[in-house]
């Protein structure tokens, strides 16, 4: 499987625009990136997902790399609620369409 | 609400004991997909049906079975139970394709 890298933790202020970065530079080119997230004690929750180009949905902005190899989860102003772990994700339709977690990223936001 | 409804949502049990956990998909989705997430394991994927079928085996011990119904609810059934089985079970749904997984709340399962 494709393996994604992320920051263990980060940290945002409250109101503040986050950029979530993802490394993924083995990834095919059948690959979707995707990004769940996790709240406390809640179970994932889908946030965006995209395969070549820049996606906006209600909830964030997803930027990918021109090669692909990397890419950034935006959210344009983090609110308390935002805090949770962060997942980036490959999925492959090939593949059967598996979501496989890694570690993901811990984002805290301060007031 | 996020349309998968999974029961219960808390279970208490002993060791070398039996439970069946049940995942209600969301209306229209044929895929389900367990999860089972452990403070030091995190997210691990279990097992994958699709209309019915087994489709994908992930890290599901010999003691645990699941099965998708004609009605398309899933049960997971653990058995001969440790207290390294406790654990957050969760259930997802999706469409087949590479469309976004509906994860339902979960059922905490603690094994004593």
């Known amino acids: 499987d494709a393996k994604t890298t992320q920051p263990n933790s980060m940290e945002s202020n409250e109101e503040e625009p986050v950029h979530l970065p993802c490394n993924h530079s083995?990834?095919?080119?059948?690959?979707?990136i995707h990004w769940y997230r996790q709240l406390p004690s809640q179970g994932p929750e889908y946030v965006i997902h995209g395969l070549t180009s820049n996606v906006n949905n209600r909830m964030a902005s997803l930027a990918i790399a021109e090669d692909r190899k990397s890419s950034t989860l935006i959210l344009h102003r983090a609110t308390l609620r935002d805090a949770a772990v962060y997942y980036c994700i490959l999925m492959n339709n090939n593949a059967g369409n598996m979501l496989t977690f890694g570690g993901g990223t811990r984002l805290m936001v301060k007031p | 609400d996020s349309g998968v409804t999974q029961t219960p949502k808390h279970l208490i049990t002993a060791t070398g004991q039996r439970v069946t956990l049940r995942c209600s998909p969301r209306s229209g989705d044929l895929s389900v997909y367990w999860y089972q997430q452990s403070l030091d394991q995190g997210l691990q994927f279990l097992i994958q049906y699709y209309n019915g079928e087994e489709r994908a085996k992930g890290n599901i011990l010999e003691r645990f079975s699941a099965q998708q119904f004609p009605d398309l609810h899933s049960e997971l059934n653990l058995s001969s139970l440790e207290l390294g089985d406790s654990a957050l079970y969760f259930c997802?749904?999706?469409?087949?394709?590479?469309?976004?997984?509906?994860f339902g709340s979960g059922t905490r399962l603690t094994v004593v």
């Open positions: 083995t990834i095919s080119g059948t690959d979707y």
């Open positions: 997802a749904s999706s469409e087949f394709g590479v469309y976004g997984y509906t």
